[in-house]
């Protein structure tokens, strides 16, 4: 796998929750735009989401065992509280963009700090689902592939 997008807690309700924040985009509609995108430009895309931050720290280990060249990841409330975290993505050493659909600068105080954002190469934010669509461009272009022309 080339590329991992690791999505953390409450992310499975995209699409119903809070849908004036987050839109209408589902999940589901995100991991399969990621991995078709990333597949026309000869990547790999692998998906995971989980409410769990046990669970993503495992994840992000076993990333680092099967070779993930990047990872995006939008690590929900975990970014603000998390310093496990933190520790794995230092610890696995893989590059990663840290992604987030809503403007955190523009919510409430305690969003506007990350514990993981002097780790990452770049940092998302309020770009709406579209946001995941840059990162990968991004990424793409990191990992040398080639990504066709948007669309218009």
Same mark, same amino acid.
């Given at each position: 796998?080339?590329?991992?997008?690791?999505?953390?807690?409450?992310?499975?309700?995209?699409?119903s929750r809070?849908?004036?924040?987050? +839109?209408?985009?589902?999940?589901?509609?995100?991991?399969?735009?990621?991995?078709?995108? +990333?597949?026309?430009?000869?990547?790999?895309?692998?998906?995971?989401?989980?409410?769990?931050?046990?669970a993503? !720290?495992?994840r992000?280990?076993?990333a680092?065992?099967?070779?993930?060249?990047? !990872?995006? !990841?939008?690590?929900g409330?975990?970014t603000?509280?998390?310093?496990?975290?933190r520790?794995?993505l230092?610890g696995?050493?893989?590059?990663?963009?840290?992604?987030? !659909?809503?403007n955190?600068?523009?919510?409430?105080d305690?969003?506007r700090?990350s514990?993981?954002?002097?780790?990452?190469? +770049?940092?998302?934010?309020?770009?709406?689902?579209h946001g995941?669509?840059?990162?990968?461009?991004?990424?793409?272009?990191?990992? +040398?592939?080639?990504?066709?022309p948007?669309r218009?």
């Open positions: 796998m080339d590329v991992l997008v690791v999505n953390g807690p409450n992310l499975n309700a995209l699409g809070e849908p004036e924040i987050y +839109g209408s985009t589902t999940l589901a509609d995100i991991e399969a735009a990621l991995t078709a995108q +990333g597949a026309a430009a000869g990547l790999d895309v692998g998906v995971f989401q989980s409410n769990h931050e046990g993503l !720290i495992d992000l280990y076993q680092r065992e099967e070779g993930v060249r990047y !990872i995006v !990841i939008n690590p409330g975990l603000h509280t998390s310093v496990a975290l520790d794995a230092a696995v050493a893989i590059p990663f963009v840290e992604l987030h !659909i809503s955190v600068h523009a919510r409430e305690f969003r700090r514990l993981l954002s002097d780790l990452a190469v +770049g940092v998302m934010a309020g770009f709406g689902a995941y669509t840059m990162a990968m461009d991004f990424v793409c272009r990191q990992l +040398g592939a080639v990504t066709p948007a218009r």
